[in-house]
């Protein structure tokens, strides 16, 4: 029989391939096997990020934030000193051996240079800088790839991967750039990096820039996720120029002339899955065991490097915390978009935003790529995609690996997809304010989820409309210009399932109506980055007007907060109707 958690998957990987009828069917509560004994509530809410900034009632940490650029302390000389370097210089595309960077000059932005937009929050409470400092020419020709820092030695990273199922070969950092770590005041070391500051030995084909488009999406929804309370790269500029860029956005051949762009990105560590199946391919197993190590000191400081299975405990974090991020993606629908293993951090956060999406509609089906036809990376596909990528790490680990431990990790990986739907089973229930667990807990979420996607709810407002809506309102069935709600309550069987959840509520003794909606308003964002909201953020950044992300990057600094200036935006409301008509663009 289904456990509640399969079922709650199938109800997010099944589109459409069942009736409501079937659904009632799935579990019945006398069945044992529904019952599972996890006991972890309000996960998520804990998951938030403290809204930390370094300000304080004297103003004294505001004046020990660094004004001159000259005083940031980048560094590269561990990346250096840790790994052999590529022997050939120069940035022409190359086949690259035995090293794990490349030095590579940045190609500095042309053009009339202008900040489109900094994060206050990545700039002061990371970088420990005066924000006042990104409106100089400094920070302009800095943050562009026009000014190195001193002690900054930038590199481009070589890394492979598995493209869409397939193994690609020598892919690397084709327009990043990374500038050396910094360690912050709070003692945390953070890896910079430009993207679209130029070619690299890895630009292939490319011509190493990145457009006005890609990028503001990049800043946005780094910075959303953040704020939403998911591990990611975070964003601390972007800059924007005339410098003309030629991109063919739906591969059709009908290019267009784009502006290029450069955002300085951060994050612990820019290592991938594909960082270290090239180098297990292609035979440099020392090299494989030296970047393990480095990766397993600098960053999983809880694994203790003298044990005989340190490879294999690394390998069973990456795969609980892959499982663990991949979960909090389903909570806020949240589609990568582009799942390759050189896009999965060996740190499990989120990197690399390209085709992204936010599901509107609840559909398990949704891609945000519109050119991936097969929906190999639909939303509701990332689970299974996630397996797919750890089976590559584990095939690039097994050179470093005893039989022994390659059949443990086997075993580890068997495990994957139950913590997956454990974790999605917590985050659901919290979306849905239960407390403890009960054996229909599963049953009751599938059954919505199955609801939303016959009536084409939208995911994000559903979860928050029900998170507004009092107990009593939910009984007389009175909700009040709450759009998405009304959607749902078209369905049939909206009142045998609007029984049940109230009754699973009544049943929470120490819990009151107000605690439940508050605990469901800090896991249920009312404004995610919905496309339409970035493409009219993105058109007026080409006109070189950045009010609007600015307002949309600070709206979504607070995702879980009804702020005036959104509601009057129409952030919470129904899409408007040329939304969609859109095609995400893959130009980036
Ligand atoms: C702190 O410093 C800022 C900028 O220097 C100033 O605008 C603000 O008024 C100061 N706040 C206090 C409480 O002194
Ligand atoms: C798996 O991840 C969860 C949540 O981050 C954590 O509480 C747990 O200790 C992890 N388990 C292992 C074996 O790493
Ligand atoms: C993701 O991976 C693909 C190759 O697998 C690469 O071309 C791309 O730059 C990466 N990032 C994004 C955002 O697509
Ligand atoms: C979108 O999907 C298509 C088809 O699988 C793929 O060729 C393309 O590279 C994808 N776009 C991006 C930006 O990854
Ligand atoms: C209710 O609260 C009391 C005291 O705070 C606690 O002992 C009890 O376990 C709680 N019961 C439930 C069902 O949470």
Not at 26 to 47: E, G, K, L, V
Not at 292 to 306: K, Q
Not at 518 to 537: D, F, T
Request: proline share 3%.
């Amino acid at each position: 029989m289904w456990s509640p958690n399969q079922m709650l998957v199938l109800a997010l990987v099944a589109a459409s391939s069942f009736t409501s009828v079937h659904v009632l069917e799935f579990c019945q509560s006398t069945d044992r096997d529904c019952h599972s004994d996890d006991n972890h509530d309000n996960m998520a809410s804990n998951s938030q990020p403290s809204l930390h900034t370094v300000k304080s009632r004297w103003n004294v940490s505001v004046s020990n934030l660094i004004k001159d650029l000259e005083q940031l302390k980048v560094s590269s000389k561990k990346l250096i000193e840790a790994f052999p370097i590529d022997e050939v210089n120069g940035n022409f595309a190359r086949s690259v051996k035995n090293c794990i960077f490349s030095k590579s000059i940045p190609t500095p932005l042309r053009g009339p240079l202008r900040l489109a937009a900094a994060s206050k929050d990545v700039i002061e409470g990371i970088l420990d800088l005066d924000v006042a400092l990104t409106h100089t020419n400094d920070f302009l020709h800095f943050a562009s790839g026009d000014k190195l820092l001193s002690g900054s030695v930038p590199l481009a990273h070589r890394y492979g991967g598995h493209q869409f199922g397939y193994w690609a070969g020598q892919l690397g950092d084709g327009r990043a750039h990374s500038l050396g770590q910094y360690t912050n005041r709070k003692g945390e070391v953070w890896e910079l990096q430009l993207k679209g500051s130029g070619k690299t030995p890895y630009s292939r084909s490319g011509d190493g820039r990145a457009v006005i488009r890609s990028s503001v999406r990049e800043f946005l929804c780094s910075e959303a996720m953040h704020f939403l309370g998911i591990p990611t790269s975070r964003a601390a500029s972007l800059i924007v120029s005339d410098e003309p860029v030629i991109r063919d956005t739906f591969y059709n051949g009908n290019v267009k002339t784009e502006k290029g762009a450069v955002v300085l990105r951060l994050a612990k560590s820019w290592f991938r899955i594909g960082s270290l199946e090239i180098l297990s391919r292609s035979g440099e197993i020392d090299l494989l065991r030296k970047l393990l190590n480095f990766v397993i000191d600098e960053h999983f400081s809880s694994i203790n490097s003298d044990d005989p299975d340190t490879y294999l405990v690394f390998y069973s974090t990456v795969v609980n915390e892959t499982a663990n991020l991949i979960a909090q993606w389903m909570s806020v629908g949240f589609a990568h978009g582009v799942c390759n293993t050189d896009n999965f951090s060996l740190l499990s956060i989120t990197i690399d935003y390209g085709p992204f999406g936010f599901m509107e509609a609840y559909d398990p089906g949704f891609v945000p790529n519109t050119s991936d036809d097969e929906g190999r990376y639909s939303v509701g596909a990332q689970a299974n995609v996630g397996l797919f990528n750890l089976e590559k790490l584990l095939n690039a680990l097994s050179p470093v690996l005893s039989k022994h431990q390659q059949n443990q990790a086997q075993s580890i990986l068997k495990g994957y997809t139950n913590i997956n739907q454990m974790r999605i089973h917590q985050h659901f229930k919290a979306k849905l304010g239960l407390l403890g667990e009960e054996e229909d807990d599963g049953y009751l979420i599938a059954f919505l989820l199955k609801m939303m996607e016959d009536t084409q709810s939208d995911f994000t407002m559903t979860f928050r409309q029900l998170s507004e809506v009092s107990a009593q309102q939910l009984h007389n069935r009175k909700f009040p210009q709450m759009w998405a709600l009304e959607d749902l309550s078209s369905h049939k069987l909206f009142s045998d399932w609007l029984s049940m959840f109230l009754l699973r509520l009544s049943r929470q003794l120490n819990d009151s109506d107000l605690q439940r909606q508050h605990r469901m308003k800090n896991v249920n964002p009312r404004y995610v980055l919905r496309n339409w909201m970035a493409e009219s953020a993105i058109s007026k950044v080409e006109m070189k007007d950045f009010s609007e992300m600015e307002l949309l990057h600070h709206i979504l600094s607070h995702p879980y907060v009804t702020q005036e200036t959104a509601e009057e935006l129409g952030y919470a409301a129904r899409p408007p109707l040329w939304a969609k008509r859109l095609k995400v663009s893959c130009s980036s």
